[in-house]
């Protein structure tokens, strides 16, 4: 198993512009994690998914973060416009529904807006 | 407001010797406590868990200690292995979500 796959893995834009992140959950896994970890607020969870449903996205910071999974193997975390306090690393992270805690994170997207 | 608390930022162990993690909490709804390893430009993996019926959960090196009342969570590693060089995190579950702690750097010195 290739694990969760994200991309890029890092990702470096000026202020103003389009972000889209991407990830790839493990193949059977229903539930789908979108992490930020910066050095001010720690690992944060964004919003999460549940068969492809967004079931709570309390965590995103602004209207200008969304979130998308149009089927269970891909998921995108976008902002628009982004800022420089965007600067983080995103993560995504996938689990089973019979162990929905024990959650598989892939490698993180390190994103940098100038 | 921190409703979990890692308070060590970092800690330094000998090779062999007992590795103490701990992380204090303030919510009574966490129902699942784990820990997770980190190594530099990785995602975390999880490394144990514990229930909240439960005091003690042990797998090889690693075991979970969970005082409820003092809501109070702990990771022994022993022995400590070089390996084991990483930032530790708790996280704490309620519903289907997780809430981390800052985090703590072990070093284990060879």
């Known amino acids: 198993d290739a694990g969760v796959i994200q991309s890029p893995r890092h990702e470096v834009t000026e202020m103003g512009q389009e972000v889209t992140l991407r990830c790839k959950p493990i193949?059977?896994?229903?539930?789908l994690f979108w992490y930020r970890q910066t050095m001010m607020r720690g690992l944060e969870l964004l919003i999460y998914f549940n068969n492809n449903v967004p079931i709570d996205d309390s965590g995103m910071p602004e209207d200008r973060f969304s979130a998308k999974m149009p089927n269970a193997s891909f998921s995108t975390l976008k902002i628009q416009p982004s800022e420089p306090r965007d600067s983080a690393v995103y993560f995504c992270?996938?689990?089973?529904?019979?162990?929905?805690?024990?959650?598989?994170f892939g490698p993180g997207t390190r994103l940098t807006v100038t | 407001d921190q409703q979990v608390k890692q308070n060590s930022p970092s800690l330094s162990v000998q090779e062999g010797r007992i590795s103490i993690l701990n992380c204090d909490y303030t919510?009574?709804?966490?129902?699942?406590f784990l820990w997770y390893k980190k190594y530099p430009a990785e995602g975390p993996t999880f490394l144990i868990s514990?229930?909240?019926?439960?005091d003690k959960n042990e797998d090889g090196r690693f075991t979970v200690f969970l005082n409820k009342s003092a809501k109070h969570l702990s990771l022994h590693i022993v022995p400590s292995q070089p390996g084991d060089s990483a930032v530790y995190f708790c996280?704490?579950?309620?519903?289907?979500?997780?809430?981390f702690g800052g985090g703590t750097r072990v070093l284990v010195k060879p």
């Open positions: 514990i229930s909240s019926i439960k």
């Open positions: 193949s059977g896994h229903d539930y």
């Open positions: 919510n009574s709804m966490f129902d699942y």
């Open positions: 996280a704490l579950a309620a519903g289907n979500k997780l809430t």
């Open positions: 992270a996938s689990s089973s529904g019979l162990a929905r805690y024990e959650q598989y």
